[in-house]
């Protein structure tokens, strides 16, 4: 992992087309801003894992087991 200090208004670039600003610092919390492509996706890790999960849970056993008596 890379770790680096940035203050208020002071940004960083990834990949020549993924700029993220450091936009507030009030305690504990920090407020970014990213700016990056269309189809590049961003989420919240929370919601990231949410969705992984729910990617794993529609792709159970008993589904493709589904599946595979229906396509014979």
Known sequence: MLALSRKKNEAIIINNNIEITVLEIKGEQVKIG???????????????????KANMDSTDVEGMDALKKLFK
């Open 34 to 52: 990213i700016s990056a492509p269309k189809e590049v996706p961003v989420y919240r890790k929370e919601v990231y894992l949410e969705i992984q």
